[in-house]
């Protein structure tokens, strides 16, 4: 059974950092897109972060940018998200997805999250003012 578990979220002040995690079973992950989406309260899922098979390119929406790092371990079938200078803004519920499509097709932002397969339950992260 494939499962992607988040990890990470919590309670933070405003300018504070906070590291995600996505660890993977029961499938592995690393010949695919994998990307975090992030859902804030009242608004639509969206893609936020999206790296390739290899870890070797990375895209980010502008929101992010220069703040949040997407990385990936294949060995240990994990995926991560360094977030830095948190802001209210920033408070959501956090997604890891993956693509089993192999490649690289479409994994940039802002690719759609009907492209991704399969899907964690979410961390929650609150970030305080």
């Known amino acids: 059974q494939v499962q992607l578990m988040e990890s990470g979220g919590g309670s933070v002040p405003a300018g504070g950092p906070l590291r995600l995690a996505c660890k993977v079973s029961g499938y592995s992950y690393s010949s695919n897109c994998m990307a975090w989406f992030r859902q804030a309260p009242g608004k639509d899922r969206e893609g936020i972060a999206y790296i390739y098979t290899f870890g070797d390119y990375d895209t980010y929406a502008d929101s992010v940018k220069g703040r949040f790092i997407i990385s990936r371990d294949n060995a240990r079938n994990a995926l991560y998200l360094s977030m830095m200078n948190l802001q209210p803004e920033d408070t959501g519920m956090y997604f890891c997805?993956?693509?089993?499509?192999?490649?690289?097709?479409?994994?940039?932002?802002?690719?759609?999250?009907?492209?991704?397969?399969?899907w964690g339950q979410g961390t929650q992260v609150t970030v305080s003012s």
């Open positions: 997805a993956a693509r089993r499509q192999p490649g690289n097709s479409g994994c940039a932002y802002p690719s759609d999250q009907s492209l991704f397969d399969d």
